[in-house]
């Protein structure tokens, strides 16, 4: 039923400690998955990367859930924009996700435009690409296609389940609807719900979107134009929000960018513009606009305690997992007290929970950058937990 | 030279407590305004309303300074609206701000497009809308053409002037370059200075509406067209900033719009959703998208320290009016601690200075809506410069 199109193979550590990355592999599901809307979606592809050695027992494998604009390339140069992996400071030989000890797997989410099934795909009953003929999905529809994947690569149980932001809404949904197959699960810098403020910033860029008339209602691929300019604005208007103040202020303030005095014009007189306008005309270059709407639409539709009788804890009841909940203090998308609900609601069922908040003025994408705190508190986690499930102590390095 | 197109009426406070509203009157100034950019700009006119009497000695006007898509229709209904004046709370008969004791003055801002001159006004050069030939200009031509309007109307000093967000920042200008013709500051919910997040939201807008294709550099009014989904996004996203989280999860949180589930679908499914579309959609019948850039931009080139050798206390240096600052607590978008680095510098120069930081969850848009604790401090504090001035108190309601 489902084909193994390419087998995983040995993996060594080069010698600069550099992981030599498998590349992406694809896996193509037959059976159709069964979503959340009651609708099917079939067959689909999941593209996953992976780094590091599945063991004998397949009890080491560790699978990285990415955020709304991340991809599977977690710790290699990035085949389309050629710069490092988004999570190679935490994942890697020696890194706090060691690859010489576990087996990392990491797949482009459905709704994705880096190789697995999303409104870009070409549907196979049309021959055409989706566009929004693609089903809405949510962030548990992701989950079940991960889960395929999963069971595809005969691996019972995950030895531990990471992500931040959208990654840790997959998490939770992990530990929520497959509790015997996650050992232990890191939701990062998230919510179990999103919150009306986020929903309204999602919308202001979905409006972006639609607003540019080369959207074509969502059919801009068969017309060979991409709406570059309503996907630029959605993604300066969600940057601001992965930023604090605090990091706005102290990296950019109020300089100008490349000149003495202000213009008094509408070219980008200050870094802060100069910046934004950056980072929306390179995502335009590496991002599909119809899976920009529907991934946002599934973390709008996120909400775990309405999923269970509106009651948080229900969510979690059974579980034996060991949690570590991780928030920020400048994140002002999920901020620390969102993460406080996950836990209270963990507590609630006793379950076996470690919460830290890293103090942080580096906003929202404090989790992706340099923290020291954030990468100590997730090793002295894992390994807890390594040794716990009686994985084999690090190799001394020479 | 400057021609007094329609001279001031005697008002009456009607029967059931409403001010008899003049209606919008026109300031049509001859002599060029000489911009803070170097070039000039005349003749120009400034629309503004009057609300009370203006006594013989001409000691009870007070000046009131609209905020970015405020205008001059302060507590009248609104002509293209049909809504209540956007201070109507504040100002009124009887009210902190009462019309039956102070002359009330509200300019529409140079740059606007209620009546003041600005970029959809005509060139009387060519004949047609200025559009982008428009010249950028500052918050300190703003208050430039203000100052030509009191001039006009014969004040040489104006009681109180007050303004909350960028109508602050016209209070903060006008207390800097015009010392000796301001009795009583009010900057409210405001900032000496546009902070980098600040700046990144209005770049956000900008390239929203440059995007639009029906933007066409500027050029819309000469081809009959308006730039609105442009517009719409630009005023959706900044209006999220107006609220707090807390505002907007006690006004909307996750509740569904008239429906009793997700449709899986880009529809308005949220009420937070339908309710900033229909901000966006309801802005642009009653707000010019041109405007809108040059308006912004004078915000974001505004820097009061960087215009006083970067010492803020400069900029007050000899100052003997009083001020009165304020700030709410879940202000973001102007957060407490930049009232209090006015009130520092204010400090500085032994001003004269009062500080309130109101606690409300209301967000920026506080000083709009109903603040009891807010206008208690407005009024106190104006009762208080009343007495000092020699105003005559309040008269007895029977």
Request: charged share 20%; net charge negative.
């Amino acid at each position: 039923m489902m084909a193994i199109q390419s087998p995983l193979q040995q993996e060594r550590t080069a010698d600069d400690g550099v992981p030599v990355h498998h590349g992406t592999v694809t896996f193509p599901a037959e059976q159709p998955l069964d979503l959340d809307s009651g609708k099917k979606l079939g067959p689909f592809t999941i593209a996953y990367n992976t780094y590091g050695t599945l063991n004998g027992d397949k009890s080491n494998a560790v699978l990285i859930c990415h955020a709304l604009t991340g991809d599977q390339h977690v710790t290699n140069l990035h085949p389309l924009t050629g710069k490092e992996g988004w999570w190679s400071l935490l994942v890697g030989p020696g890194k706090p996700i060691d690859t010489n000890r576990y087996f990392v797997i990491c797949p482009n989410i459905l709704g994705g435009c880096m190789g697995s099934t999303g409104p870009a795909s070409v549907d196979p009953a049309t021959g055409t690409p989706y566009g929004l003929t693609f089903p809405v999905i949510t962030i548990g529809d992701m989950v079940a296609a991960q889960n395929r994947l999963i069971e595809h690569l005969g691996i019972d149980q995950l030895f531990a389940v990471l992500g931040g932001s959208m990654g840790g809404m997959q998490v939770l949904e992990w530990a929520s609807r497959h509790k015997d197959k996650v050992y232990a699960a890191l939701p990062i810098a998230t919510a179990a719900w999103h919150s009306s403020q986020n929903i309204a910033f999602h919308e202001v860029g979905r409006q972006a979107v639609m607003a540019d008339p080369k959207w074509l209602r969502g059919d801009y691929h068969s017309h060979g134009v991409v709406p570059r300019n309503g996907l630029a604005v959605a993604r300066m208007a969600a940057h601001i929000t992965y930023l604090s103040e605090d990091a706005l202020h102290e990296k950019f303030g109020r300089n100008l960018q490349n000149r003495s005095d202000r213009t008094f014009s509408f070219d980008a007189d200050f870094q802060v513009e100069s910046y934004l306008r950056h980072q929306g005309s390179t995502f335009v270059d590496r991002f599909d606009a119809n899976s920009y709407l529907y991934i946002t639409r599934a973390m709008d539709y996120f909400d775990l305690a309405a999923e269970n009788g509106d009651v948080l804890a229900n969510a979690f009841r059974g579980t034996r997992a060991r949690f570590c909940v991780v928030s920020f203090t400048s994140d002002w998308l999920y901020p620390t007290r969102e993460s406080r609900e996950i836990v209270q609601a963990l507590n609630a069922v006793a379950a076996n929970v470690s919460f830290v908040e890293i103090d942080s003025n580096a906003g929202h994408d404090a989790f992706l950058l340099d923290e020291p705190e954030f990468f100590a508190t997730i090793r002295g986690f894992v390994e807890s937990c390594a040794a716990k499930r009686g994985l084999p102590p690090p190799v001394e390095q020479a």
